[in-house]
T-cell receptor, first 114, second 113 residues
Framework: DAKTTQPPSMDCAEGRAANLPCNHS???????VYWYRQIHSQGPQYIIH???NNETNEMASLIITEDRKSSTLILPHATLRDTAVYYC???????????????FGQGTILTVHP | DTEVTQTPKHLVMGMTNKKSLKCEQH?????MYWYKQKAKKPPELMFV???????INESVPSRFSPECPNSSLLNLHLHALQPEDSALYLC????????????FGPGTRLLVL
């Protein structure tokens, strides 16, 4: 699975959009981009994933560049409860020797301020 | 319902004790996972079960023994642990095949004295 690079920390004002970048320059054609977050001392929470097209759900939007080498997770109206570590993970379809494996990087600590 | 439950929430054990961690899901997922997370570090995969059979063991020491008695349950048996095994142990589950999304439980925080 491709390696990802994220900034170690970011700040955001409550009510504003939080834009979290992720670089994955070695991504291959069949690898998906996943985003999870982990609020302090809780289990990781799935946010969103995508392959090529931009994706949106009730939690966030995922923007993937045309060359797929980077992506941005957008929380449109950040709240204090969005303070967490956000992980960007790239992985292929389940199967083969990498079956089911999520490889977490260091992630980005997002702090939302009042 | 995307809930994975784990018991106990907290566990303190001595190095000579035997204990078990339990994980349960009722989403019909046929893949289940154990991860270990040390303080201020990302989760690391330990084991993967697919259709109740062990698919991946990430070179985990034998003092950790996983078990998947049925499609809804996953156990992690602990024996003769070391203090450095103190960590948050996370269970997850997912469908099998395709761009699977893993759903995590809240974890068991283990302290080995």
């Amino acid at each position: 699975d491709a390696k990802t690079t994220q900034p170690p920390s970011m700040d955001c004002a409550e009510g504003r959009a939080a834009n979290l970048p992720c670089n994955h320059s070695t991504i291959s054609g069949n690898e998906y981009v996943y985003w999870y977050r982990q609020i302090h001392s809780q289990g990781p929470q799935y946010i969103i994933h995508g392959l090529k097209n931009n994706e949106t759900n009730e939690m966030a939007s995922l923007i993937i560049t045309e060359d797929r080498k980077s992506s941005t997770l957008i929380l449109p109206h950040a709240t204090l409860r969005d303070t967490a570590v956000y992980y960007c993970i790239v992985r292929g379809l389940a199967g083969g020797t990498s079956y089911g494996k999520l490889t977490f990087g260091q992630g980005t600590i997002l702090t939302v301020h009042p | 319902d995307t809930e994975v439950t784990q018991t106990p929430k907290h566990l303190v054990m001595g190095m000579t004790n035997k204990k078990s961690l339990k994980c349960e899901q009722h989403m019909g997922h046929r893949a289940m996972y154990w991860y270990k997370q040390k303080a201020k570090k990302p989760p690391e995969l330990m084991f993967v079960y697919s259709y109740e059979k062990l698919s991946i063991n990430e070179s985990v020491p034998s003092r950790f023994s996983p078990e998947c008695p049925n499609s809804s349950l996953l156990n992690l048996h602990l024996h003769a642990l070391q203090p450095e095994d103190s960590a948050l142990y996370l269970c997850a589950s997912s469908q099998v095949g395709g761009p699977v999304t893993q759903y995590f439980g809240p974890g068991t925080r283990l302290l080995v004295l």
